[in-house]
């Protein structure tokens, strides 16, 4: 599924649903990248808006879910991992 997020906005209320069902976040932000486990460690929602959103408040881009993985950001050695 594709969403176009200037269409389908998604903000500080929608952090929790959109990690639903989820046990891996990976958060790229340039050359360094986070790693939450969401099944172990889940962080309050505070802490996951300011993971997932970026400064207008909306999901940060690229953002995608691979398995029980999201990925948000970019960066190039995290989608190799992850995706090969």
């Not at 999901?59 to 993985?69: D, E, N, Q, S, W």
């Not at 999201?70 to 995706?83: C, K, P, Q, R």
């Amino acid at each position: 599924m594709v969403v176009d997020a200037k269409k389908d906005r998604y903000g500080e209320k929608n952090v929790a649903a959109l990690l639903k069902g989820m046990k891996t976040l990976l958060v790229a932000k340039g050359k360094k990248v986070t790693h939450v486990d969401l099944a172990a460690d889940a962080p309050d929602d505070d802490a996951l808006a300011a993971l997932l959103l970026g400064p207008t408040g909306n999901l940060r881009a690229p953002t995608m879910k691979t398995g029980k993985t999201m990925l948000v950001g970019f960066n190039a050695e995290m989608y190799t991992e992850v995706l090969t």
